[in-house]
């Protein structure tokens, strides 16, 4: 899959229906996406294929996933969408 194709299908696949996630996910992966490295990239399709309802509590930061790569992706979402807020203890 070329590199326009792959863009093409992870801004489909970042709007989850959920607005809320939406407005976090869309800009990213517009302005974001195309800047990671591959480990990076990889990550982030790794988070797509999350439930709902995980990746808004990781992205809002009541937690981070287990997994380092996710939890290393949502850091740069929230970053990115400037929120820098601590996870919940």
């Not at 992870?10 to 607005?19: A, E, P, Q, V, Y």
């Not at 399709?45 to 380092?68: S, V, Y």
Request: aromatic share 8%; glycine share 4%.
């Amino acid at each position: 899959m070329d590199e326009r194709t792959e863009f093409n299908r992870l801004c489909w696949h970042s709007r989850r229906g959920m607005l809320e996630i939406d407005v976090m996910l869309m800009p990213f992966t517009k302005h974001h996406y195309l800047t990671l490295n591959a480990d990076d990239r990889a990550a982030y399709r790794k988070l797509l294929d999350c439930e709902d309802q995980d990746i808004w509590e990781w992205l809002r930061g009541f937690e981070l996933p287990d997994d380092a790569e996710l939890a290393r992706i949502i850091l740069r979402v929230r970053g990115a969408v400037g929120d820098l807020s601590m996870p919940a203890e």
